[in-house]
């Protein structure tokens, strides 16, 4: 099973050059390009990236004083910490985000699943833009491994559970059963449950990882984010 392991170090790398890569793509947005609406129901493209920058400037003891003050609600924590991060202007947002593009602050040391938070609300932003920017298989493959290993703020695993997953683009293959392949981007936003990539995908488990998807996601609100409690849905 390849799922691309990487140190914990790697890893941070990786998600300071994604967060560098994205700050890039958003620094000449029009006033509307920033209202608009991204994969995370009901959140515009400026509030994605005020949760990211909240993601990187909270710690455990700030993450765990947060959801014992929000009543374990995931979404209240959520709104809060991005309501501290929203700046007056969009250029102020970015600004803020720009500040801790090499944070290593997490309220976990599950760097994986920051590394797809990242990852994720990146493309929950350049999706419905129409940014064209792919990250690669070398911060791509430990995002799909993790998501296939665990269930952490989304039902990755569940989602994959009696599935092989394989990329047509990197070595990514994990688990077992009818297989799943496509783009390991595709792979990787599936099961964080963006429904926008599944048509991507392919072979006899696919349509099992729809309905897996679609159904759970019946049953919420908003598509999750990632690592704090949220990759918000």
Known sequence: MSTGKNTGGELWALIHAERAKLAEDLEN???????HGTLCTGWTV????????????TNQRQWMRSMIGARFRPDVHNQRRLAEHLGST??????????????????????????GEVLVHAQDIR??????????????????????????AVPSKTYAEGLQLRATDSAFNAG??????????????????????????????????R????????????????GTGSVAQ
């Open 211 to 226: 309905a897996r998807v679609e159904r759970n996601l019946a049953t919420v609100s908003a598509p999750p984010a990632s």
């Open 29 to 35: 947005l029009s006033e509307e390009q920033w209202q």
């Open 127 to 152: 999706h419905p833009l129409g940014l064209t920017r792919t990250p690669g298989p070398e911060a791509l493959d430990p995002v799909a491994g993790f998501f296939a290993s665990r269930d952490f």
């Open 46 to 57: 400026e509030q994605v990236l005020a949760h990211l920058t909240a993601a990187a400037s």
């Open 176 to 209: 077992y059963g009818f297989l799943v392949t496509g783009p390991v981007l595709a792979l990787v936003m599936s099961l964080a449950g963006r429904t926008a990539y599944l048509d991507q995908l392919a072979g006899p488990g696919a349509s099992t990882l």
């Open 90 to 115: 969009p250029a102020q947002t970015l600004q803020g985000f720009r500040a801790v593009i090499n944070s290593t602050t997490a309220p976990s040391a599950h760097t994986a699943a920051y590394l």
